[in-house]
């Protein structure tokens, strides 16, 4: 039987569309994988999609979609996506998947057993947007990943004691040093389980969409326990876990090196072999987001000049591990000189002089024994850079061996050899024209995790039938082709492109793939008409500076005994004492979302009483007719007491 392989890229979060970021780690996913498939590996490669938590849940509601009607769209999109895109997925998991359901809930369990999670509650600076507590974050700092103001929040979690894992992890990364890879990422780590860790919340009570803590109502599991265990859900009952390989990015390190190992650690479950993270792809050398809209998508480029090229160029062009920065332009340029020039030249150029002077019947090697010496300094560099994730590095190898060929051929001339009656110029163009068509043979070899379906095509045009014979690991060593064969029918592999008609062409698709995209995922439709309340009468500044509006802060909040509408809160206006305010928004926020929420309060108003509780005061929200209201909110922090103007 085989030797097993299996590798995971991240599972993505469905608030946003594949873009070229997700496609640039499941590519190498998808190379790494055809790469070991190569070596005689049994591989299996999982991808998914990460589905729950609050930022999921506004999305959909700002498409007007159930979580689960919206989650299922935008999965799909990274399904097909994919497909499209030929990267062979063997196993592609949604953490809405009723067994990984189980599968996360069995974790927790094994856990408590073990004594590893305690129930307490939680005071701390939380980032909405990314899902995450920001440890030693005061009150208004903001998120250190995407900058955005933090909100205090209380509520009640199960913890993690991730506090005492501490010596246990540091044991690990010395054990296996190659656990996380690159070193970089591996020393950054190591400084920051050595500079101490705390206990981890990995529940919450105030979301809905979410996977329920085992005997408890209102708790879901947390983002991170929920995700990870995905990559063992996707093989449950295969006796595929542990991973070989978490290929990620390198900005979720942190999740897979330090909680990941930790929550296995403390189930008594197996460890995953290694953690690869990758640096991040750039856009005009910026980062790329959905808020600013520069996300670059992959289908308008493999539309234009083909997946593989894509494929190519983000190999060869940036350095795995690194950042790199992706340009249109660049991606023309490498497409152009490396394969319309470099590969596809040598190609058909050697093919046409077999054609032409062989009549299309492969000769016999050996070959020019440089040439196969070079090659077989290439194989082992290859080989060497793919396993080290060195990618671009193993490119280049395979490219200095093209040019020695190139230069072979230009001087040894075979246009003039042929001419020649002398037995000894007839064996050099035996020989010149062996050693290109060994080389493109044994480079296509190399090449067959970078261009899986371009290799097969030169296969098949240097006469092969069963391309398989070509993937396999006795495949990579010189002199394999098989003299007296006769060459498969010739075609150009990779035509040239003309740069700025191409680029302009990948703009424009982006743009309409955008706005479908936007559609599906991103912006709120636009308010039919018939569904906005008639303005009220004009006023004047006199009349709106009568309105008193504060910012305060809830400290308390519970439900009105006998109201489906009503919450009974206590609000903080930078007065004396606390108001108390009575709020008809028990149907669209649940108290404990509200503690320690900002709202706008208006403060002047006359008391009133509300189910016999007098109310100080009235929170600003937002509704159509008939709709749940909004509460008024704040993008940066603001203190309490400010005034509204
Ligand atoms: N859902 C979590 C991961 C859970 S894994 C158990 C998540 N999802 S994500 O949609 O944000 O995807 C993040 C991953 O996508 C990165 O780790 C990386 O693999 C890839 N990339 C997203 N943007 C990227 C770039 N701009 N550049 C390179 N890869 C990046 O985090």
Same mark, same amino acid.
């Given at each position: 039987m085989s030797k097993k392989y299996y590798l995971t890229t991240p599972i993505y979060y469905v608030n946003a569309? !594949? *873009?070229? +970021?997700?496609?640039?780690?499941?590519?190498?996913?998808?190379? %790494?994988?055809?790469?070991?498939?190569?070596?005689?590996?049994?591989?299996?490669?999982?991808?998914?999609?990460?589905?729950?938590?609050?930022?999921?849940?506004?999305?959909?509601?700002s498409v007007k979609k159930s979580p689960q009607e919206f989650t299922d769209i935008v999965s799909g999109e990274f399904r097909d996506s994919w497909q499209r895109l030929n990267l062979g997925i063997d196993r592609f998991k949604r953490t809405t998947d009723p067994e990984h359901h189980k599968k996360v809930q069995a974790l927790f369990l094994a856990c408590k057993e073990r004594g590893h999670v305690y129930k307490g509650s939680f005071t701390g600076q939380y980032c909405v947007s990314c899902e995450l507590y920001v440890n030693d974050a005061n009150q208004g700092d903001p998120c250190p990943d995407c900058g955005r103001p933090t909100e205090t929040v209380t509520e009640e979690n199960y913890f993690f004691k991730l506090?005492?894992?501490?010596?246990? =992890?540091?044991?690990?990364?010395?054990?296996?040093?190659?656990?996380?890879?690159?070193?970089? /990422? /591996?020393?950054?780590?190591?400084?920051? %389980?050595?500079?101490?860790?705390?206990? &981890?919340?990995?529940? /919450?009570?105030?979301?809905?969409?979410?996977?329920? #803590?085992? +005997?408890?109502?209102? *708790?879901?599991?947390? %983002?991170?326990?929920?995700?990870?265990?995905?990559y063992m859900s996707a093989v449950e009952g295969e006796d595929r876990w542990p991973a070989d390989l978490h290929l990620?990015?390198?900005?979720?390190?942190?999740?897979?090196?330090?909680?990941?190992?930790?929550?296995?650690?403390?189930?008594?479950? @197996?460890?995953? /072999?290694? %953690?690869f993270a990758h640096g991040f792809l750039l856009f005009g050398n910026e980062k790329m987001s959905k808020t600013k809209g520069n996300l670059v998508r992959a289908l308008p480029i493999q539309e234009v000049i083909g997946a593989e090229a894509l494929r190519y160029y983000l190999m060869r062009e940036v350095t795995f591990g690194q950042d790199g920065n992706f340009?249109?332009?660049? =991606?023309?340029?490498?497409?152009?000189?490396?394969?319309?020039?470099?590969?596809?030249?040598?190609?058909?150029?050697?093919?046409?002089?077999?054609t032409q002077y062989r009549k299309g019947v492969l000769p016999a090697g050996p070959g020019n024994a440089e040439v196969a010496d070079l090659a077989r300094t290439a194989i082992g560099?290859?080989?060497?850079?793919?396993?080290?994730?060195?990618?671009?590095?193993?490119?280049?190898?395979?490219?200095? &061996?093209?040019?020695?060929?190139?230069?072979?051929?230009?001087?040894? $001339? @075979?246009?003039?050899? #042929?001419?020649?009656?002398?037995? $000894?110029?007839?064996?050099?163009?035996?020989e010149t024209l062996y050693t290109a068509a060994e080389t493109v043979r044994l480079a296509s070899s190399l090449l067959y995790p970078v261009l899986p379906e371009s290799t097969a095509k030169i296969w098949a045009q240097l006469g092969f039938?069963? @391309?398989?014979?070509? #993937?396999?690991?006795?495949?990579?060593?010189?002199?394999?082709? !098989?003299?007296?064969?006769? =060459?498969?029918?010739?075609?150009?592999?990779?035509?040239?492109?003309? =740069?700025? !008609?191409?680029?302009?062409?990948?703009?424009?698709l982006e743009l309409k793939?955008?706005?479908?995209?936007?559609?599906?995922?991103?912006?709120? @439709? #636009?308010?039919?008409?018939?569904?906005?309340? !008639?303005?009220?009468?004009?006023?004047?500044?006199?009349?709106f500076v009568k309105v008193d509006l504060r910012v305060g802060q809830v400290l308390s909040a519970e439900r009105v005994k006998g109201s489906d509408k009503l919450l009974h809160l206590q609000i903080d206006i930078g007065e004396a004492t606390p108001r108390t305010i009575v709020a008809g928004i028990a149907e669209a926020y649940t108290p404990e979302q509200m503690l320690g929420r900002k709202v706008a309060i208006v403060a002047n108003l006359a008391p009133r009483k509300l189910k016999g509780i007098e109310s100080q005061g009235m929170i600003v929200a937002a509704s159509r007719e008939g709709e749940k209201p909004t509460l008024a909110g704040f993008l940066e922090d603001v203190p309490v007491g400010a005034r509204l103007k």
């Open positions: 569309a !594949p *873009h070229i +970021g997700h496609t640039y780690t499941t590519m190498a996913a998808d190379l %790494v994988a055809r790469w070991k498939k190569m070596q005689g590996y049994d591989v299996v490669l999982t991808t998914g999609t990460d589905e729950h938590g609050q930022k999921i849940e506004r999305a959909a509601k506090s005492a894992f501490q010596d246990k =992890l540091l044991k690990l990364y010395e054990d296996q040093p190659d656990f996380i890879q690159p070193d970089t /990422r /591996r020393n950054e780590v190591m400084a920051f %389980v050595k500079g101490g860790l705390k206990d &981890l919340s990995i529940s /919450r009570t105030s979301i809905k969409w979410g996977i329920p #803590v085992p +005997g408890e109502e209102k *708790h879901v599991f947390y %983002v991170w326990f929920d995700a990870l265990t995905t990620i990015g390198k900005e979720i390190v942190r999740f897979h090196a330090i909680y990941w190992p930790a929550f296995l650690i403390a189930a008594g479950w @197996p460890l995953p /072999r290694k %953690v340009s249109y332009d660049a =991606l023309v340029t490498r497409y152009n000189s490396d394969l319309a020039n470099g590969l596809g030249n040598l190609v058909s150029r050697t093919l046409s002089m077999i560099a290859v080989r060497e850079a793919y396993e080290s994730f060195q990618f671009s590095r193993g490119l280049e190898s395979l490219w200095s &061996l093209l040019s020695a060929v190139d230069k072979l051929i230009v001087e040894n $001339a @075979p246009w003039k050899l #042929v001419k020649s009656a002398e037995p $000894a110029d007839q064996a050099k163009l035996d039938t069963s @391309p398989v014979a070509q #993937v396999a690991a006795d495949a990579l060593d010189w002199g394999q082709l !098989p003299a007296g064969q006769a =060459l498969g029918a010739t075609g150009p592999l990779f035509p040239r492109i003309e =740069l700025q !008609p191409a680029v302009d062409k990948m703009v424009e793939d955008k706005a479908r995209q936007d559609a599906l995922v991103g912006k709120a @439709p #636009v308010a039919e008409a018939s569904n906005i309340a !008639p303005l009220a009468p004009q006023i004047t500044i006199d009349d």
